[in-house]
Structures are given as structure tokens and as C-alpha cells.
T-cell receptor
Framework: KQEVTQIPAALSVPEGENLVLNCSFT??????LQWFRQDPGKGLTSLLL?????REQTSGRLNASLDKSSGRSTLYIAASQPGDSATYLC????????????FGKGTKLTVNP | EAQVTQNPRYLITVTGKKLTVTCSQN?????MSWYRQDPGLGLRQIYY???????DKGDVPEGYKVSRKEKRNFPLILESPSPNQTSLYFC????????????FGPGTRLTVL
């Protein structure tokens, strides 16, 4: 059974700092991995999608990496801003069965001005 | 605008009163699914649909029904809601589950008294 873990559960940083969020998964049989952002009381916004054959994806100040063999992904946020404050969720799309997204419980990021 | 819409966004109801949460997407996606999000448990899949008239159970299907009569719509039905179904519900869709980015609706916050 696929399990996804995100560490740390919460992170507080000063504005301008570069930071890394971690995601690990137990079964490497995945189609892809997605990083989402969730603001309080709001829906999920897709940030980056990395296919199982890829090593990384970049969008603006965000860079996500994937090491499928070790079951790890990182989300790197450069030059953090207060507007980046949100909960970041990692989800893997496992092969077989319902092909559902299995989510981690998220990292709550606070960027202080 | 490409989007997944859900209605209602907020609902307070009483135990046993049947309700339907609608989900619609305008992206011609084949795959649709429902998730619920609970504190400490994260997001869990309720039901999914690979295409019209094809639905199947996810991880937590008890107490829910779905139907997929049209490609764009995937309603979630609670025939006899109970307090343990109080949760935040998300609908998601993609072109096909494998290798494709999933897009999420804004969420429906349901309270069952």
C-alpha cells in the first residue's frame, strides 16, 4: 500500500529565504508525482507535475525533483515571499487499481515579512 | 476558462436527509474522482470514474454513491448522511488517470448535524 510522508509538518521562515520541502513515498511504481498548494479553506492548486521518467520540473521560483528509486521528491522555493504562505501537498499517482492520487498530509509553510 | 466546479460550496444539513453535491468539468476529461479531506487524515479517495458509465470504489466509499451519465458531470450522493461524513469534499478530473495532471474543484464544506 502506497504511503506518502511529508516532513516537516510545519515550517516558518523569514522572507527571502530559500527553502526545501520534502516528500517520500514507499512504492516506486508510480506514474507521476504532483505538488499542490492549498490556502486555508480553499481548493488545491496544482504547482508542478513530474512524470516518473523525469528528474525535475521548474516553474518560476519553484523547482521540484524526483528520485523514484529512493522514493523521494523535494520542492525548492527560491526567494520566499509572504504570499507563499500556504500548505503544500505532495501526491503520487500509483500504478494499478484505481490509479488514485495518494496524498501526504502536507507541510504548512509560513513566510514572515 | 478551464475549470472544475462544485456546488454547493457550503452545506449544513441534518442526519438522514439525502443530498447531492454536483461536480462538473469543461475540459472534456475522461477521468473524474471524489476525495474527502479530514484533519489528521489528509485526502482520501471516495469514488472514481474512468469514463461515462464506468465507476468504482476508492478507499472510503461507505455511505456514498456516484453516477457518471455524462462525461462532464460526476455527482456525489449521500443518501442518508451521518455526522462522520462532515468533511471537506473535492472533485478532481484529468484526461486519463495515468500520466496526466489532475485538476481539483474549489471544494464543498459539508456539515452534518
Amino acid at each position: 500500500k502506497q504511503e506518502v510522508t511529508q516532513i516537516p509538518a510545519a515550517l516558518s521562515v523569514p522572507e527571502g529565504e530559500n527553502l526545501v520541502l520534502n516528500c517520500s513515498f514507499t512504492d516506486s511504481a508510480i506514474y507521476n508525482l504532483q505538488w499542490f498548494r492549498q490556502d486555508p479553506g480553499k481548493g488545491l492548486t496544482s504547482l508542478l507535475l513530474i512524470q516518473s521518467s523525469q528528474r525535475e520540473q521548474t516553474s518560476g521560483r519553484l523547482n521540484a525533483s524526483l528520485d523514484k528509486s529512493s522514493g523521494r521528491s523535494t520542492l525548492y522555493i527560491a526567494a520566499s515571499q509572504p504570499g507563499d504562505s500556504a500548505t503544500y501537498l505532495c501526491a503520487v499517482l500509483s500504478q494499478g487499481g484505481s490509479e488514485k492520487l495518494v496524498f501526504g498530509k502536507g507541510t504548512k509553510l509560513t513566510v514572515n515579512p | 476558462e478551464a475549470q472544475v466546479t462544485q456546488n454547493p460550496r457550503y452545506l449544513i444539513t441534518v442526519t438522514g436527509k439525502k443530498l447531492t453535491v454536483t461536480c462538473s468539468q469543461n475540459m472534456n476529461h475522461e477521468y473524474m474522482s471524489w476525495y474527502r479531506q479530514d484533519p489528521g487524515l489528509g485526502l482520501r479517495q471516495i469514488y472514481y470514474s474512468m469514463n461515462v458509465e464506468v465507476t468504482d470504489k476508492g478507499d472510503v466509499p461507505e455511505g456514498y454513491k456516484v453516477s457518471r451519465k455524462e462525461k462532464r458531470n460526476f455527482p456525489l450522493i449521500l443518501e442518508s448522511p451521518s455526522p462522520n461524513q462532515t468533511s471537506l469534499y473535492f472533485c478532481a478530473s484529468s484526461f486519463g488517470a495515468s500520466y496526466n495532471e489532475q485538476f481539483f474543484g474549489p471544494g464543498t464544506r459539508l456539515t452534518v448535524l
